[in-house]
């Protein structure tokens, strides 16, 4: 008989950087010993930390100070040591610059780990280090899981076990007469590129080194960042990307100052002011769409359409950086059937407040998701520019908007949901 835990508030299924953002919000905002009161259980294989962070070869996105300002309102001592590591530190030196991603997610780790020592000492909570393996919603109004070899029963699930690549990404329509279908077998995800912890197939590379081609497909950080990977090991880089490229400008008046083009209204985020704030390119993969925009630099650059195709056919292989779904564990009905999530091409669908959505158009307030692969669209409540139709993940949101959303949510009594 496997080990009964019950009378838990939340079911933290998965306590990388997404998953821990609404326990940060309310360390933050003093209202972590309420939460904390209300019973949670985390249950992450690799304990809390940085999730996939530590493993991108890449620099980040986001400037250096962004991982750290959470640490300005976190006053518990267990974050005394986090924050005087050497390597937070060293995080610190290049707050004003875009740092290496391993570095992010080994001070992700230690805020973890930290964070889990504050969840594990409270007695009406639990961290378990183990899979969650199956979630049935019952009759009674519950979540029962399977974690490890226990079963735990919550009145909410936190869904934030990162991402995976889309679903059918490599035969994907691009674009009507844009097809990865006939190329399927020389078709990797970005992923394969990026994450230390996967490798892309060997007969790809082959194929690489012997026409010394390859198409990147894909217009976001994790396609110019794969770009620029496949670029320093010397190969020659054909990206096709749908929509134009588009670049981050921390103000409407340094976009104006050099010159670039936007839309006032719909490329700018109202609460920050910044142009692009979501879509635009950063740091690194910016550098080198700038360079490529204006010396017709490093990287042919083709928009889906016509001689798209023919670079496909001669490609040694092609990278798809074509976005993420959520990871989830199988789920099912109060009657055992199996709830299979909506999928949109941004992703899983989740609501503004992150109600996983299912194919039937249902939305579950029972089971919170968030995070890579189902990030939230675009709201007041999280800003963003109006003409950012994907959605939003980072871990400064997490910390922050997005984590405070999720938070106000989880709080938020039944009755009034
Ligand atoms: C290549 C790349 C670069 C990025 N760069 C940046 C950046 O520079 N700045 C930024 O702010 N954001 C960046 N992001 C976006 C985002 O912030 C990160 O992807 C972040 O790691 C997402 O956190 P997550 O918790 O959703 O997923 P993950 O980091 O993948 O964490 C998921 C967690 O779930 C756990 N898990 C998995 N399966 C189970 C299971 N069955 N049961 C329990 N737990 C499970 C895992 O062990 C892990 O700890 C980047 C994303 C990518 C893909």
Redesign the pocket.
């Known amino acids: 008989m496997p080990t009964l835990r019950n009378n838990y508030e939340y079911l933290f ?7 821990l953002g609404p326990i940060i919000a309310a360390a933050r905002l003093g209202r972590l010993e309420y939460l904390l009161d209300k019973g949670i259980i985390l ?4 304990g809390p ?5 530590p493993h ?1 070869r ?1 620099s ?3 400037l250096g100070g ?1 991982f750290l300002e959470c640490l300005d309102d976190l006053q518990n001592p267990v974050f005394t040591a986090v924050r005087e590591h050497p390597e937070t530190r060293r995080l610190r030196e290049l707050s004003a610059e875009h740092p290496p ?1 391993p570095l ?1 997610g080994r001070f992700l780790d230690r805020l973890g780990a930290a964070i889990g020592e504050l969840v594990a000492a409270h007695p009406r909570c639990a961290v378990l280090r183990a ?3 199956r979630i049935r919603l019952t009759e009674d109004g519950l979540v029962d899981a399977q974690v490890g070899g226990e079963q735990v029963r919550a009145r909410r699930a936190v869904l ?4 995976r690549p889309m679903d059918g990404y490599r035969r994907a329509e691009v674009r009507p007469g844009l097809s990865l279908a006939a190329h399927q077998h020389k078709v990797c995800h970005a ?1 394969a590129l ?1 994450d230390d912890r996967q490798a892309p197939p060997a007969e790809l590379l082959a194929a690489i080194r012997d026409t010394g081609r390859v198409v990147v497909l894909g217009g976001s ?2 396609a110019w ?1 794969a770009a620029g990977l496949l670029l320093s090991d010397g190969h020659q880089v054909t990206l096709i990307h749908r929509t134009p490229v588009q670049l981050y400008y921390p103000s409407a008046e340094q976009a104006h100052a050099e010159g670039y083009p936007f839309d006032p209204v719909a490329d700018i985020c109202s609460m920050s002011g910044r142009v692009n704030r979501y879509g635009g390119l950063r740091g690194a993969a910016r550098d080198l769409a700038i360079r490529t925009l204006r010396d017709g630099g490093p990287i042919r650059l083709l928009q889906a359409g016509g001689p798209a195709n023919e670079a496909l056919a001669e490609a040694g292989a092609i990278v798809a950086a074509t976005g ?1 779904q959520a ?1 989830l ?1 199988p789920i099912e009905y109060p009657d055992g059937g199996e709830l299979l999530p909506a999928l949109s091409e941004t992703g899983t669908v989740v609501t503004g407040t992150g109600h996983l959505v299912d194919s039937r158009g249902t939305a579950h307030p029972r089971l919170i998701a968030f ?2 692969g189902a990030g939230l669209a675009v709201a007041p409540e999280i800003g963003g520019e109006p003409s950012f139709t994907r959605r939003a ?4 949101l ?1 910390h922050h908007d997005i984590g405070r959303t999720i938070l106000d949510e989880l709080l938020t009594p039944a009755e009034v949901r």
């Open positions: 299924c998965g306590a990388g950087p997404a998953g249950a992450d294989p690799a930390g940085g999730g996939g962070m991108y890449i980040a996105n986001s962004a991603l992010v899979p969650v393996e934030a076990l990162g991402g992923e990026i950080h994790s960042a993420y990871i564990p995070g890579l993940v980072g871990i400064w997490y």
